[in-house]
């Protein structure tokens, strides 16, 4: 396996491990793992194992294979160092975002690694924005408008924490800005 693809592939991995574990006790792991504004002070471990944990099939499968494929891409672009940075930095800033933002809802607790996963794809949104991507495998559309598309609607969808969301893509927006800027890829 090439060398970039082989964090990401790690990553993914671990998510589903951690699902299957907490398959079978799913509440117990959701409020152990999980980040919650009401519990964070007492368990703070949670801003970063809720990045590990996810709630049904879809929400793992859409997240690792986001995280699959983007992230093995951007690794390749800035190497892995950057590619673990943009990850962590990109989940840590959803999960504070998410705590400063979500005072109405105290008692919710916030697990997946959307706010990473976002990261991921913010950056190369900034660093190859007409890169064609397949909605559904068949639709193609620029990286970019992918993005800014899945942002929106998954910030309209009952029951998500866009605030994650946000947090993680200011961050690759600007890490994506930073990488460009310093002129080491070449973007089409």
Do not use: C, E
């Not at 491990?17 to 398959?23: A, S």
């Not at 504004?37 to 703070?44: M, N």
């Not at 986001?66 to 190497?79: D, E, I, P």
Request: charged residues 5%.
């Amino acid at each position: 396996m090439a060398d970039y693809r082989r964090q990401p592939f790690i990553f993914v991995i671990v998510n589903v491990v951690i699902r299957f574990i907490n398959y079978y006790a799913y509440v117990q792991a959701i409020y152990l793992l999980g980040l919650s504004p009401a519990t964070f002070l007492h368990q703070p471990w949670t801003i970063i194992t809720n990045l590990f944990v996810h709630g049904s099939f879809w929400h793992l499968f859409a997240n690792m294979l986001t995280l699959y494929f983007f992230g093995a891409y951007l690794a390749r672009l800035v190497g892995n160092k950057k590619f673990l940075f943009v990850y962590f930095a990109g989940g840590l800033a959803g999960n504070i975002m998410l705590l400063l933002l979500s005072p109405v809802f105290p008692f919710s607790v916030a697990i997946g690694a959307s706010g990473a996963v976002f990261a991921l794809t913010g950056a190369l949104a900034v660093m190859v924005p007409r890169m064609k991507v397949f909605l559904y495998f068949i639709v193609p559309v620029p990286l970019w408008m992918a993005v800014l598309g899945g942002f929106l609607i998954l910030s309209l969808t009952p029951g998500i924490a866009w605030q994650g969301h946000l947090g993680g893509l200011l961050v690759g927006l600007a890490a994506g800005y930073i990488f460009r800027g310093r002129g080491r890829i070449f973007i089409p």
